[in-house]
């Protein structure tokens, strides 16, 4: 039985995974309506404009400098290129695909987060890793199969590519995100990530992101504060437990993106999506079940 003290950290991410699913729900939306850069965009702009008197209210309370140290900047920017980048991609690819459909495929992620910690902080992956990868890839095929039939639509295989590298890139996300946590609190991390995002995707706002009308701008306000609420719940999860107990739990986000896609898309779930959602949960939850992931004992863990 685990104890209370990773109960609750447990519990907040299951919360915060939950609003991030919503949330993606509502970005599909405000995706069709005005376009992927622009929602993304404007998101973040309203994200910024929620912690803005947060993040004031908070440095003032703490007496502390309003810009973090050198490295925790930095990481705050890393984090943010990844995500502005790996959404923009996830929510273009969402307009073609069905939402249920892309968030098992997005799955693959703590999978790539495994052999990106293995590169980059030399672990040793061990063959229960790659026997994992072999199943989880086959769940990708099985999905991708449907792509390829009778009703291929070139559209749907482009965004069914666009939200694989969206993947990758949130597996890179995965990999900093621990290390993030434990270095700056969770309304660092959301004012910071609205912060660069949205400078990211400033100079092509001119063209790509018209000011949006009121409906287009209540639907992205709704986004926002669906972000932002998730970022500071796991943001402060993340502190309190190893990614190693809270990164199987992405895996409920599919329950609540079928669940969204079906409510506010009509978006029935397909017995292919279900049984390649099985082999790649299956795959990964092999595949981290090793010992390649770093044990918190105490120290920062670079992941």
Known sequence: MRS???????????????SFSVMDGVMKAASIAVGAYAALFWRNVFGLVLMTPVWVTVRRRMGGGWLPRGDVLRLHLLRSALSGVMAGLFFWGTIHTPLAEAMALSFIAPLIA??????????????RAFAGSVLALAGVGVIAAGKFGGHYAPAAMHGMIAILVSAVLYAANLVVQRRQA????????????NLFISLLFAPGAWWLAALPHPGQALLLGAGAVLAVVSLMLIGWAYARAEAQVLVPLEYTAFIWAALVGWLLFGEAVTLRTLGGVALIVAGCLMAISTRTVPVDNGQPNPA
């Open 114 to 127: 495994l052999f990106l910690a293995a590169a980059f902080l030399g672990e040793r992956i061990e063959r």
């Open 182 to 193: 434990q270095l700056a609190g969770p309304d660092e991390i959301a004012f910071f990530q």
């Open 4 to 18: 209370r003290a990773t109960l609750i950290p447990i519990c907040v991410t299951l919360a915060g995974l939950a």
